[in-house]
């Protein structure tokens, strides 16, 4: 073959790889949305009761009514007539210790919460009488009798270890969590009522020898991961995601709690489209402002014209402008002043002018002012320390999981895997690469249950996946919130447990397929299969390995699913390097690629903020192959003033030195959790001890000095004798003032001084 045969074949096969690379750019689009979707904190009231039960659960719905017609006829009372006598016949039932009795009496329970609706005329009709008689149950203690039936079964499963094959095994749990989870959804869903805010602050409390409901579902996942498969696994993460999403309030609600705390600390408060539904729809489209914001005093040139801009304001970090003075004082004056940021004289104006940029937009969030007070207080040992929290509702969830946090967070990873993808056949009872087996709480014995089998099970799986990402995205954004050391805490359980795998796991599949999947079948939804007669519906083969699966408009719990996924890839792995280093790793841009092209601007908007964390480690060549995209990172991401992401210098990518990183941030954390969690977490470091009486020195204090080894200059050892004689001995100080200045370091708001909580 010639040199120019073979310079054509070159040619050729350049420009096929070439337009085949436009081509599947062009499938990305960046332009508006192709979906119908809002992301909110839950689904609608009806949609989260109907995924309470799965279609295999129809003949159990229909006993619950056999049941409370059969308590009528034998005790000669109604319900409309005789409420008082009726429920305390119902209570009694609950209260029997043989398991026939007890269970006729959940069922009746049950059977009130779903809407009395063998007297319902509508949908509404059931759903109204479903709240009214979920307040009469609550208001006569039947929450507490519905925990001691939990309680006693599940404490009887987990002596005997007992295991569950089929749906029908697990009935009594079934029961009571169903029962359990209505009454709050029910209650609670009224969020401004007094019952609501009464029912919320009853399941924070301790409950039967649990810190709080929280707790008593995260023991039922963990039994679950333990091989105990009788535990009806999707209830127990529905009932975890409600308690968090009602304890600690939703995403809006944080949204409104961290304006608050700015305002409390002085900070000024930044608003985010995305925090509220009208502006989700607009995060990816920038705006042309009418007139520039008051904190912009500058104008454009007249040869300028004002341009499109994002829907937010870019930031800068205090360490940005630490870098920025450093580097300018020391190539222009040759000097460095530590600690000093604000100090520009000598410096060129242009130099002065940049600096007041970023002065401008300066953000500085909880975060920051947790780690003041955190180095504060380990820098005064000597002194009686202050705890600080903003979020007392977390503090109280991270106190009662924080003795088992590993177990619980593993358990619930341990769960999403298995939801996110089963090998093999979907029908399969076994276990498959030591993922766990969730079909024993979908599959009945006898198939007449369900008209499609595959499609409930299919169901099933997106539920729990729903459930476990969103209970896992609440936690990591309130403990973020309450101490920023809390939430690293839990990232860094979550990093060494391969969460990075585990998500990009579930993102390596046609997510436009997933999102569309509907695996619903209406005429078997609750409560809709009470008021109709079922008929069968025919499945469509949609997906690529030929399984069968029912594409249509947006699936809501799918869509909620994948924006979850990515909010807590993206949150856990921002600012860490070590772990964007592990994205690489993990082969994460191909597969991020084909998620960008789920057209919803949400999705692509953490996709792309994915994108811009790992761009400076892809090297050249794939960000010249890939311009598109990072062509919508600066058109669509907020900027972070001084942030060379596109570049990366050689300071940002010495990978040998993010172990180190990753080493130093637990030391962090362990002295953190000595401090303040001692009692409650027994992996902690040498740490200075709480309080120190006046009147005598107490041991602990010599042990942390004895522990404390530090190397002294020779200069040192030759000379402190005189130091001392002279600063110390012949100088008068006035140690009250001393100690006072040490609280001029940081003003942390007066209201949240009285969340402060004294440790001796």
């Known amino acids: 073959m010639s040199k120019t045969e073979v310079s054509r074949l070159s040619l050729s096969s350049r420009i096929r790889d070439l337009s085949q690379r436009n081509r599947k750019e062009s499938e990305l689009n960046f332009e508006g949305s192709d979906y119908d979707f809002v992301y909110a904190g839950c689904d609608a009231l009806e949609n989260e009761l109907a995924e309470l039960y799965s279609y295999s659960e129809a003949t159990d719905i229909e006993a619950c009514q056999d049941a409370f017609e059969d308590l009528q006829g034998g005790v000669d009372l109604t319900w409309l007539g005789n409420k008082k006598l009726l429920l305390s016949e119902i209570v009694e039932l609950c209260e029997q210790s043989d398991v026939v009795q007890c269970k006729l009496g959940v069922q009746c329970v049950l059977y009130l919460l779903q809407g009395f609706y063998n007297n319902a005329k509508s949908l509404e009709d059931c759903l109204e009488t479903s709240r009214d008689n979920a307040a009469i149950l609550y208001d006569a203690g039947v929450l507490n009798t519905l925990m001691r039936v939990l309680v006693r079964e599940t404490t009887s499963y987990q002596e005997e270890r007992r295991q569950a094959e089929f749906i029908e095994e697990s009935l009594m749990p079934r029961l009571a969590l169903s029962a359990v989870y209505t009454m709050m959804c029910l209650i609670c869903s009224e969020s401004d009522t007094e019952r609501a805010e009464r029912f919320r602050k009853d399941i924070a409390s301790p409950i039967l020898g649990y810190p709080n409901l929280g707790i008593f579902a995260l023991e039922l996942i963990y039994q679950y991961e333990k091989g105990l498969s009788i535990i009806p696994i999707k209830k ?39 925090d509220s539904a009208p502006g989700q729809s607009q995060v990816l489209q920038p705006r042309y402002p009418e007139k520039m914001s008051d ?18 304001r870019p930031k800068a970090r205090q360490a940005d402008i630490e870098m920025y003075l450093r580097a300018c004082r020391q190539k222009h004056l040759g000097i460095n002043l530590a600690g000093d940021t604000e100090t520009t004289v000598g410096l060129p104006h242009s130099i002065q002018e940049g600096y007041k940029i970023l002065r401008r937009h300066l953000y500085r969030n909880t975060a920051d002012l947790a780690m003041e007070h955190h180095e504060q207080q380990m820098n005064t040992p000597m002194r009686k320390r202050k705890a600080l929290y903003y979020h007392p509702a977390a503090e109280g969830v991270f106190r009662s999981m924080l003795p088992k946090m590993e177990d619980y967070i593993i358990s619930l990873l341990k769960v999403l895997l298995a939801s996110a993808s089963i090998p093999g056949n979907p029908l399969t009872k076994a276990r498959a690469n030591g993922s766990l087996n ?11 249950g369900s008209a499609d089998p595959k499609r409930d099970l299919q169901r099933h799986k997106e539920i729990i996946t729903k459930a476990v990402s969103g209970s896992l995205l609440l936690l990591l954004k309130h403990f973020r919130v309450n ?3 809390q939430f690293e805490f839990v990232c860094q359980y979550m990093f060494y447990a391969n969460c990075i795998p585990l998500v990009l796991k579930f993102l390596n599949q046609d997510m436009n397929a997933f999102v569309t999947a509907d695996n619903n079948i209406p005429m078997q939804e609750f409560p809709i299969c009470l008021f109709y007669v079922p008929e069968p519906q025919p499945s469509r083969v949609i997906s690529e390995d030929g399984e069968e699966s029912t594409v249509g408009p947006v699936c809501w719990r799918n869509m909620f699913s994948t924006i979850n996924m990515l909010r807590i890839l993206q949150k856990f792995t921002k600012w860490r390097a070590p772990r964007v280093i592990m994205l690489n790793v993990f082969k994460s841009p191909p597969i991020l690629k084909k998620t960008l092209k789920v057209s919803h601007p949400m999705v692509q ?16 060549n794939w960000r010249k192959a890939n311009m598109r995209i990072m062509s919508a990172i600066y058109q669509h991401v907020r900027h972070r003033l001084l942030d060379d ?18 080493q130093q941030l637990k030391q962090t954390i362990q002295h953190y959790m000595g401090m303040w969690y001692k009692d409650l977490y027994s992996e902690t470091i040498p740490y200075p001890p709480h309080h120190i009486d006046d009147e005598h020195i107490t041991t602990d204090v010599d042990e942390f000095i004895a522990s404390v080894h530090v190397e002294m200059p020779r200069d040192f050892h030759e000379n402190w004798q005189e130091w001392v004689q002279k600063e110390v001995i012949d100088t008068q100080h006035d140690w009250d003032a001393l100690l006072k200045s040490f609280d001029k370091g940081v003003d942390f708001g007066e209201n949240y001084n009285s969340h402060d909580n004294e440790l001796h």
Do not use: C
């Open 236 to 274: 127990a993460t529905l009932l975890y995601w409600k308690f968090l999403l009602y304890t600690l309030g939703s995403l809006e609600d944080l949204s409104k709690r961290k304006a608050q705390i700015r305002s409390d600390n002085g900070l000024p408060v930044w608003t985010e489209p995305k």
């Open 295 to 312: 904190d912009e005093d500058y104008d454009l040139p007249e040869h300028m014209e004002a341009t499109h801009r994002l829907p937010w």
């Open 438 to 448: 969730i079909l024993s709480d979908v599959i009945p014995e006898h198939s007449q």
């Open 483 to 485: 101490h920023i050391l």
């Open 605 to 620: 908007l953490y996709v792309l903020k994915l994108f811009k964390g790992q761009a400076r480690y892809m090297g050249k």
């Open 645 to 662: 992401w596109a570049y990366g210098s050689d300071l940002d990518t010495r990978q040998w030195e993010t172990p180190h990183e990753e």
